[in-house]
């Protein structure tokens, strides 16, 4: 079945950076464009970033655009999304998403 990790959450200071990683099973990852959302408290579940299949093309979301970057490692099975000059607004659980499956989430939190 299809399983999605998430790991590599915590509590950073602002301006700190973190990499959350997602570890996929269950399919065949390098034939899944893959995407990382956020919802934090309150608010709807937003998209963050994507991530083509070979990773030669990706998106983000004008919140996040230069600060954090989306990568994969297909050998792996595993995406990542490296996220500096964290805000508190970056605050959220992220989630790891393909084929509309989602992870369990891991809980960003950016606070001083």
């Known amino acids: 079945q299809v399983q999605l990790v998430e790991s590599g959450g915590g509590l950073v200071q602002p301006g700190g950076s973190l990499r959350l990683s997602c570890a996929a099973s269950?399919?065949?990852?390098?034939?899944?464009?893959m995407t990382w959302y956020r919802q934090a408290p309150g608010k709807e579940r937003e998209l963050v970033a994507g991530?083509?299949?070979?990773?030669?093309?990706?998106y983000y979301a004008e919140p996040v655009k230069g600060r954090f970057t989306i990568s994969r490692d297909n050998a792996r099975n595993t995406v990542y999304l490296q996220m500096n000059s964290l805000k508190p607004e970056d605050t959220a659980v992220y989630y790891c998403?393909?084929?509309?499956?989602w992870g369990q989430g891991t809980q960003v939190t950016v606070s001083s």
């Open positions: 269950g399919f065949t990852f390098s034939s899944a464009s």
């Open positions: 991530i083509s299949t070979a990773g030669g093309s990706s």
């Open positions: 998403s393909a084929f509309g499956y």
